[in-house]
T-cell receptor, first 116, second 111 residues
Framework: GAVVSQHPSRVICKSGTSVKIECRSL??????MFWYRQFPKKSLMLMAT?????????EQGVEKDKFLINHASLTLSTLTVTSAHPEDSSFYIC????????????FGSGTQLSVL | GESVGLHLPTLSVQEGDNSIINCAYS??????FIWYKQESGKGPQFIID?????DKRQGQRVTVLLNKTVKHLSLQIAATQPGDSAVYFC??????????FGAGTRLAVHP
C-alpha cells in the first residue's frame, strides 16, 4: 500500500532554533498534504493544507510565520517550526491522500518535537 | 461550528470481550466517516470507513454503525485482543478534502 515517510521521528532542540520536518510520499504523488499537531492524550488538530506549487492553506489560529510549509515537489512537503519555544513541543503528523481523495489518507509516523 | 466528539475517554475491557467505542458528530451534512487506531508514538492507522448512505459496515472483527438521526457513530471490535489496545479516533470529512478528528478513546485490554 501507499506509504508516507516522515523524518525525523524525534527531535530535541534549544529554544530559538528552527526545526524542519519532512514528509514524503514514497510510491505516489501528492499534490496535497496535511499537517496535524497532537498534544499528549489529545486529538489531532489540522494545522494546514500543503499545496504543491502554491501557498499552504492554514487553519484558523495557526501562525503562518511560525509554521512555514513548503511543498516544492509532488512527493515532498516540509514543515519548519521557526524560532521554536517550549510551547511548540508537540507531536507533528503529516498525511497525504493516496488517490488525491481524503478517503485514502495515509499518515506518516509522526515527529515528536521537544523544545528545551 | 463543526465538531466531532466522543462519549468515553477511556474504555477497559477483558481480553475476548467485545468493545464498543462511541462518537458523536454535529455536522448533519457530513457524508463520510472514518475510524482510526493510533498506537503510542505512531501515526493513525485506518480501520474502517462508512458513507452516510449506509448505516452499517463490517470489516475483519470490526463493525462501524452510523445513526444519522442522532448523529452518532460507533466502532465495535469483536473478541478484543491485547493488540487492540490503542487510542481510537473517529474522523469526519469536512468540505472537499479535510478531516476533523474526534477527541479519542483509549482502549485498554486486560488479560
Amino acid at each position: 500500500g501507499a506509504v508516507v515517510s516522515q523524518h525525523p521521528s524525534r527531535v530535541i532542540c534549544k529554544s530559538g532554533t528552527s526545526v524542519k520536518i519532512e514528509c514524503r510520499s514514497l510510491d505516489f504523488q501528492a499534490t496535497t498534504m496535511f499537517w496535524y499537531r497532537q498534544f499528549p492524550k489529545k486529538s489531532l488538530m489540522l494545522m494546514a493544507t500543503s499545496n504543491e506549487g502554491s501557498k499552504a492553506t492554514y487553519e484558523q489560529g495557526v501562525e503562518k510565520d511560525k509554521f512555514l510549509i513548503n511543498h516544492a515537489s509532488l512527493t515532498l512537503s516540509t514543515l519548519t517550526v521557526t524560532s521554536a519555544h517550549p510551547e511548540d513541543s508537540s507531536f507533528y503528523i503529516c498525511s497525504a491522500p493516496g488517490t488525491g481523495a481524503i478517503e485514502k489518507l495515509f499518515f506518516g509516523s509522526g515527529t515528536q518535537l521537544s523544545v528545551l | 461550528g463543526e465538531s466531532v466528539g466522543l462519549h468515553l475517554p477511556t474504555l477497559s475491557v477483558q481480553e475476548g470481550d467485545n468493545s464498543i467505542i462511541n462518537c458523536a458528530y454535529s455536522n448533519s451534512a457530513s457524508d463520510y466517516f472514518i475510524w482510526y487506531k493510533q498506537e503510542s508514538g505512531k501515526g493513525p492507522q485506518f480501520i474502517i470507513d462508512i458513507r452516510s448512505n449506509m448505516d452499517k459496515r463490517q470489516g475483519q472483527r470490526v463493525t462501524v454503525l452510523l445513526n444519522k438521526t442522532v448523529k452518532h457513530l460507533s466502532l465495535q471490535i469483536a473478541a478484543t485482543q491485547p493488540g487492540d489496545s490503542a487510542v481510537y479516533f473517529c474522523a469526519e470529512k469536512s468540505g472537499y478534502n479535510k478531516l476533523i478528528f474526534g477527541a479519542g478513546t483509549r482502549l485498554a485490554v486486560h488479560p
